[in-house]
């Protein structure tokens, strides 16, 4: 499989919207309800793994595979690069002054968690540019996303 950085940015930025859906829906959740920065977190991230696995699923599916091996398939893909992306961004967000502590309506916490996303980007592209080289992360559904 090519594993080159534009193949590596392309998974990367797939990995990253069912990340971004869950680990804001995560942020504003746990923001709205008053929850202390490490439930917020957990929330954020719990909800990040649904949703980067059921974006990848929904393509597998869609491929005709079956379901558990859909699911083992999306496991296999996500995993590493989900976990990278989400210890990056939340490390980002408890770090950012103020940032967890900010309301929704406060510009510092819609630029930490944009910042904490863009960096956590950054930082997994080539995390999934090595996996890809070896023929894992997303290299085992790409042949799947091409029929």
């Known amino acids: 499989m ?20 869950g680990e804001v829906l995560g942020m504003v959740v746990g923001t709205a309800l008053g929850l202390p920065a490490w439930g917020t977190v957990v ?27 859909a699911v083992k398939t999306a496991l296999a893909a996500d995993t590493v690069s989900i976990l990278v992306m989400e210890v990056v961004d939340n490390a980002v967000m408890l770090v950012v002054p103020g940032a967890m502590d900010a309301g929704l309506a406060s510009a510092l916490f819609w630029g930490a968690l944009a910042f904490s996303l863009a960096v956590a980007f950054v930082l997994t592209v080539p995390v999934n540019r090595w996996l890809i080289a070896r023929g894992k992360g997303h290299a085992v559904v790409h042949h799947l996303h091409h029929h």
């Open 2 to 21: 090519d594993a080159s950085w534009k193949t590596a940015a392309s998974a990367t930025l797939h990995c990253l919207t069912g990340c971004a859906i």
């Open 43 to 69: 929330l954020a991230v719990a909800l990040a793994f649904f949703f980067g696995y059921a974006l990848t699923l929904r393509g597998v599916l869609r491929a005709g595979v079956g379901f558990r091996v």
